[in-house]
């Protein structure tokens, strides 16, 4: 991977809204796009993640969808809650072997 | 299960002194890497281990080197520690190269007078 653009870069939005978060990334060998949120104080975790075999994917409140014509991935959350509150990271990795390339973060903010 | 245990911490550091942040994982992984976070950065790639014996450069590897001490254990060591160090500090492991998911621990926050 090479550059991966993120936004929004801070999202407010009211508990039990959908809040959307969407990442573009420039190589077109790109085939894996996990997405982290990372709490106060904590290290990033895995949230959800796709392959590029994949337009699709769903994990209860959370979706992401890809998007790899135009080269874009979103994280869909509904029925927001406080405790999505958190900053959030997508990820972009090529193809064989490579690291990761991550997006500078969204901070969503769900208020009560 | 600990997963991804980094020591210290908290660290503050005078210019010029050096030190060695130790990253250790207990899920069998093969591959180990080393970030930093900075405010509006995202996180960086430092270095990385494919595998024991072997480390490899990321986007910001000045400054910076690692041992891939064994499987479990993987540090990160500043020579001689200037301000523009000063980050958070995150190890993370996955189970092989490749897009893999990455396990990361809870950071090591670095400040340096």
């Known amino acids: 991977g090479e550059n991966v653009e993120q936004h929004p870069s801070t999202l407010s939005v009211q508990e039990g809204d959908s809040a959307v978060i969407k990442c573009t990334y420039s190589d077109s060998a790109s085939n894996y796009f996990p997405w982290y949120k990372q709490e106060l104080g904590k290290g990033p975790q895995l949230i959800i993640d796709?392959?590029?075999?994949?337009g699709e994917k769903k994990d209860q409140r959370i979706a992401v969808t890809l998007n790899k014509t135009a080269k874009h991935f979103s994280l869909h959350i509904t029925e927001t809650q406080p405790e999505d509150s958190a900053v959030y990271f997508c990820a972009e990795g090529g193809s064989g072997y490579s690291t990761l390339t991550f997006g500078k973060g969204t901070m969503l903010l769900v208020s009560p | 299960n600990a997963g991804v245990t980094q020591t210290p911490k908290f660290q503050v550091l005078k210019t010029g002194q050096s030190m060695t942040l130790q990253c250790a994982q207990d899920m069998n992984h093969n591959s180990m890497y080393w970030y930093r976070q900075d405010p509006g950065m995202g996180l960086r790639l430092i270095y990385y281990s494919a595998s024991e014996g072997t480390t490899d450069k990321g986007e910001v590897p000045n400054g910076y080197n690692v041992s891939r001490l064994n499987k479990r254990e993987f540090s990160l060591r500043l020579e001689s520690a200037a301000p523009s160090q000063t980050s958070v500090y995150f190890c993370a492991s996955s189970l092989s190269e490749g897009n893999q998911p990455q396990h990361f621990g809870d950071g090591t926050r670095l400040s340096i007078l």
């Open positions: 796709i392959r590029s075999n994949v």
